[in-house]
């Protein structure tokens, strides 16, 4: 018992500090796509450390979220909500690459006929759930919703990418400590969150539960999101105490990380720590050969969210960030 305290001081007074070591926020902003009515809300989340994974007391916790180690960051932004599958069909379709873009950032040039174009569907990717107003995108790989990001970068001249599994994760937690960001209690995760004990077995339009500290939906539940991360189940094992914006390169096509959990999933797996990796029975069903690198015909409970990072890589780095 007292081992067990300890460790609950020391984890307490990390996380206060934690609390007290995030930098100044960045500005949120609301950004448009020009040809269309539809635009991306944006949230700064500002530059900190963070206490990554969670105690090994946590109720339902798996070994892959430890041990818990000290992660900072640099500032960025991130989507208020999941891409939408009004947003990913502008992607899709293609219907609006000539259009101009008024006040485009300079931060990268790139050509808009230079990214790769995703196959329109050949049956329905939500499986009877939907695609209409608000509804979270699902069925995409991981390549796809990392193409998506190439193409929303080409569109605005600002960097867009998935985040990592590090920049979720605190995004998610929004300085708190708790199983969720609203504490350790499932039975209130109704309010915060489509699970299987509310969703009816599906998704539900973004936004409609309530956010965390930072202002962001559906960080538990709805679908579940792609990280940049290939998973590596003993990752965290192999990090040092304090580490500076980890990452973990994808070396294969599977499997990579998802975070947050879906409609389809029990309270356990929809924790701020909860780590998924992918696997290739998500396309189970695909009967093209060789499988679509586009969509999944199996996981539909997957979608993503984007990040705009502020610090460009180089030219050689910044395409890494597309899977490519």
Not at 100 to 106: E, F, L, R, T
């Amino acid at each position: 018992m007292k081992n067990t305290n300890q460790l609950l001081s020391l984890l307490f007074i990390v996380g206060f500090n934690t609390l007290n070591a995030q930098g100044d926020r960045l500005s949120d902003y609301v950004q448009p796509i020009d040809g269309s009515q539809l635009q991306l809300e944006m949230t700064g989340i500002p530059a900190g450390n963070f206490l990554m994974g969670s105690p090994a007391l946590e109720h339902n916790r798996s070994k892959d979220e430890g041990p818990v180690h000290e992660v900072s960051l640099s500032a960025f932004y991130i989507s208020k909500y999941e891409i939408t599958w009004e947003i990913y069909n502008l992607f899709v379709n293609r219907t609006i690459d000539s259009v101009v873009q008024n006040n485009k950032a300079n931060d990268l040039k790139l050509a808009m006929d230079a990214i790769a174009g995703a196959t329109v569907p050949y049956v329905d990717m939500s499986l009877g759930m939907g695609t209409g107003k608000g509804l979270p995108v699902g069925n995409v790989t991981h390549y796809a919703a990392s193409q998506f990001c190439k193409w929303l970068s080409a569109k605005t001249g600002h960097f867009y990418r998935l985040p990592t599994e590090a920049e979720w994760e605190y995004s998610a937690r929004a300085g708190t400590r708790t199983a969720y960001y609203f504490g350790d209690d499932p039975n209130s995760l109704k309010d915060y969150a489509w699970y299987y004990e509310n969703s009816n077995d599906t998704y539900h339009p973004v936004g409609q539960k309530l956010p965390n500290a930072w202002g962001l939906y559906d960080m538990h539940g709805n679908v579940a999101e792609w990280t940049l991360d290939h998973y590596v189940p003993e990752a965290y094992s192999k990090r040092v105490a304090h580490t500076q914006s980890p990452r973990e390169q994808l070396a294969t096509s599977y499997p990579n990380t998802v975070r947050g959990g879906s409609y389809y999933d029990d309270a356990e797996y929809i924790r701020s720590a909860a780590r998924l990796g992918s696997t290739e029975n998500w396309k189970m069903r695909d009967p093209q050969f060789p499988k679509s690198k586009w969509w999944n015909t199996d996981a539909p409970f997957v979608g993503f969210r984007v990040v705009r990072d502020p610090n460009i890589p180089n030219e050689n780095e910044i395409h890494k960030y597309w899977g490519e």
